[in-house]
């Protein structure tokens, strides 16, 4: 290795080469989507391919065509595999790949690992990889079985390519569908929507929760903080608002009325749907533009919490929701720390998490703004599609389809911020400055 390479090398941060790996393979997915082969008419443009390769790669799941109709076998192939590599993550391929041909992995290489997995410590990253390929693929292809089984009397031998890719799709939290409009056709099929649900949770639940589970041999007493957090947290935000989507969308209470008239079955299955998709998955299995302003909204929320650290899923986290809820209730209580499970939550992580509120919400309102601008749709359908595209969830009100080219471009650089991380991707273009033993004197203001 050259002087030249070891020092572009030490120059490029672990965020920057995260960032450079996720760009290259959207680039890729976009030239292998560009190919006549790859699309039923033989010609896809490229505003097509790349929001379609964006997409897949940041496991989002919204498109501008039809999965179904436009994608050839072939093309279908490269989504798949764009979303399982976008799921996993960069890091995760490259360094399984490494690990196969037994090639020593660089402490660079396993810094940028932890970066992208979440991991703790660098001892921990190869086990960590193969508790991610090993879950992953027992998940999937349980998923894949039985999705298989239970749609093999509708289409056939389809079946079995089906089973396939709606397993990864929803495990890897994309939402990316070819039965042509989600589930909506199946919405009474209680257990494809079952067995749905079940991959998003398990794979949107995080790969550091599966490595501590494992550790703890399932004792709750024995979990990390983190893992607590995410356990308990992540049951709520389902049942609860599981029970709101039941209230207002399936009740007289609502006020669009549109799924009043389906079973008591259909509706509790599909609450719960309801409540575990924008997590951020992007199947749907009732029409989302019917929904009441009450579910929309909760919807919205739902999509900008997000699932966990270090998983498939994107949005805010729920460790991130958690910790700044608690440190508004510290605050409101007068306490001067903050506590979760008997155990204080360091300034640096309430810092953080208050910085990945703060951005999400300026990039929000800031593409929104934009979009606003530059084409014509209501103010609901512009803030739901935005915080779909940066949570990488994929439902739609209909703007990524039907949006103008700025639109579109607006919602690929969101969707790439959002696999990526706003504070990630922001700290690519600010240098970092470096720590002084120099301190500033305090300067009092007041606020609130």
Not at 35 to 51: D, V, Y
Not at 52 to 72: I, K, W, Y
Not at 183 to 193: G, I, Q, V
Not at 325 to 332: K, P, T
Request: hydrophobic residues 50%; proline residues 2%.
């Amino acid at each position: 290795m050259s002087k030249k390479d070891i020092k572009i090398k030490k120059n490029m941060s672990p965020v920057k080469v995260l960032s450079l790996g996720y760009l290259i393979t959207i680039a890729i997915g976009t030239i292998l989507l560009l190919m006549p082969f790859a699309s039923n008419t033989g010609k896809t443009t490229f505003i097509e391919a790349i929001f379609t390769a964006t997409s897949a790669v940041c496991v989002t799941g919204l498109t501008v065509v039809n999965t179904l109709e436009h994608f050839t076998l072939f093309g279908k192939i490269v989504i798949i595999s764009l979303i399982q590599i976008g799921g996993l993550g960069f890091m995760t391929i490259v360094t399984l790949l490494f690990m196969m041909i037994g090639k020593k992995i660089s402490i660079y290489n396993q810094t940028i690992m932890i970066q992208s997995s979440g991991s703790y410590t660098i001892s921990e990253v190869k086990k960590l990889i193969i508790i991610i390929v090993v879950g992953t693929v027992l998940f999937e292809g349980i998923g894949a079985y039985l999705i298989y089984l239970i749609i093999s009397p509708t289409y056939g031998d389809k079946a079995i390519f089906y089973g396939i890719f709606h397993s990864i799709s929803a495990f890897c939290n994309a939402g990316f569908d070819v039965f042509g409009d989600s589930l909506a056709p199946m919405n009474t099929n209680h257990w494809l929507l079952i067995v749905i649900m079940a991959l998003i949770v398990i794979g949107g639940s995080g790969f550091i929760l599966w490595n501590d589970l494992i550790d703890s041999k399932f004792k709750f007493k024995r979990l990390k903080l983190h893992s607590k957090i995410v356990l308990v947290f992540n049951l709520i935000i389902i049942v609860v608002p599981a029970l709101l989507f039941l209230l207002f969308e399936f009740t007289k209470i609502g006020t669009s009325g549109h799924f009043i008239d389906m079973n008591i079955k259909d509706k509790i299955v599909n609450a719960f749907f309801l409540s575990v998709t924008p997590r951020t998955a992007g199947f749907y299995s009732l029409d989302v533009n019917e929904l009441t302003s009450s579910g929309k909204i909760l919807t919205v929320i739902l999509m900008a919490i997000g699932g966990n650290s270090g998983s498939t899923a994107g949005g805010l986290k729920v460790t991130t929701f958690v910790v700044v809820i608690a440190n508004l209730v510290s605050q409101m209580r007068g306490q001067k720390d903050v506590v979760l499970f008997k155990k204080q939550i360091s300034n640096s992580v309430i810092r953080q998490s208050s910085a990945l509120l703060i951005s999400f919400i300026i990039l929000v309102l800031f593409a929104s703004l934009l979009i606003t601008t530059f084409d014509n749709f209501t103010f609901e359908q512009i803030i739901f599609e935005v915080v779909s595209a940066v949570c990488t969830v994929g439902l739609t009100s209909g703007v990524s389809a039907a949006g103008n080219l700025f639109t579109k471009i607006i919602l690929i650089l969101l969707m790439y911020a959002g696999r990526l991380g706003t504070l990630t991707l922001l700290s690519v273009f600010v240098k970092e400055k470096k720590a002084t033993a120099l301190q500033e004197p305090i300067g009092k203001i007041i606020v609130g």
